[in-house]
């Protein structure tokens, strides 16, 4: 099977991008760097499903990954331009977030934790999860940054993502949840 157009464009070769609705930024410039951050986010997440052999785990991070495009989307649009995006885009809702909280609830109530620092490792599952994690922080901090600079039309991503941490955390040690807790701490080895 072949691709009718090539995939490269040459358009980014001297540094530029576009946001979507935006027009051309410099690849430095702080959407490109909070949704890149969502993007590193959802391929450490792929690895983290591809390596669970945990159910509800691979459901949780898929719907996280398809989640995390809607927030690279809305990272990747200049804020006079959102109401376009709005009209071809779902935002991230405060019911997004909302679900999220549910998630973790239900998570943290089966989960153990130890009294001491959590060194990710315990398994290739739960340092994917960990590893997408940190991506997600991440991008919080650069939403921060937007928002600092009057470039955040939706100040709900910076909720969502905050939870989003909060939930992967937890997920991460749900996936290791039969594994003694001197291996979560790194003392078991």
Same mark, same amino acid.
């Given at each position: 099977m072949s691709l009718s157009k090539k995939l490269y464009t040459k358009y980014g070769d001297e540094g530029e991008t576009g946001l979507?609705?935006?027009?051309?930024?410099?690849k430095a410039n702080a959407h490109c760097e909070a949704y890149g951050a969502?993007?590193?986010?959802?391929?450490?997440?792929?690895?983290?499903?591809?390596?669970?052999?945990?159910?509800?785990?691979r459901v949780i991070v898929r719907d996280v990954q398809r989640e995390l495009f809607a927030v690279g989307a809305d990272l990747a649009t200049d804020p006079e331009k959102y109401e376009t995006f709005k009209l071809h885009f779902a935002p991230i809702s405060s019911q997004m977030t909302e679900r999220?909280?549910? *998630?973790?609830?239900?998570?943290?109530?089966?989960?153990?934790?130890?009294?001491?620092? *959590? *060194?990710?490792?315990a398994s290739a599952a739960s340092a994917a999860v960990d590893l997408g994690r940190t991506s997600v922080r991440r991008a919080e901090r650069?939403?921060?940054?937007?928002?600092?600079?009057?470039?955040?039309?939706?100040?709900?991503?910076?909720?969502?993502?905050?939870?989003?941490?909060?939930?992967?955390? *937890?997920?991460?040690?749900?996936q290791d949840r039969e594994l003694p807790l001197e291996k979560l701490t790194g003392d078991g080895e």
């Amino acid at each position: 099977m072949s691709l009718s157009k090539k995939l490269y464009t040459k358009y980014g070769d001297e540094g530029e991008t576009g946001l979507l609705y935006g027009g051309r930024v410099s690849k430095a410039n702080a959407h490109c760097e909070a949704y890149g951050a969502t993007d590193e986010a959802v391929s450490a997440l792929g690895l983290a499903r591809a390596l669970s052999q945990d159910p509800r785990v691979r459901v949780i991070v898929r719907d996280v990954q398809r989640e995390l495009f809607a927030v690279g989307a809305d990272l990747a649009t200049d804020p006079e331009k959102y109401e376009t995006f709005k009209l071809h885009f779902a935002p991230i809702s405060s019911q997004m977030t909302e679900r999220l909280e549910g *998630i973790i609830d239900d998570l943290q109530d089966k989960v153990r934790l130890p009294a001491s620092f *959590i *060194i990710p490792g315990a398994s290739a599952a739960s340092a994917a999860v960990d590893l997408g994690r940190t991506s997600v922080r991440r991008a919080e901090r650069e939403a921060v940054r937007l928002k600092e600079l009057g470039q955040l039309a939706n100040v709900e991503v910076i909720r969502y993502l905050n939870r989003l941490g909060d939930l992967l955390f *937890i997920l991460a040690r749900y996936q290791d949840r039969e594994l003694p807790l001197e291996k979560l701490t790194g003392d078991g080895e």
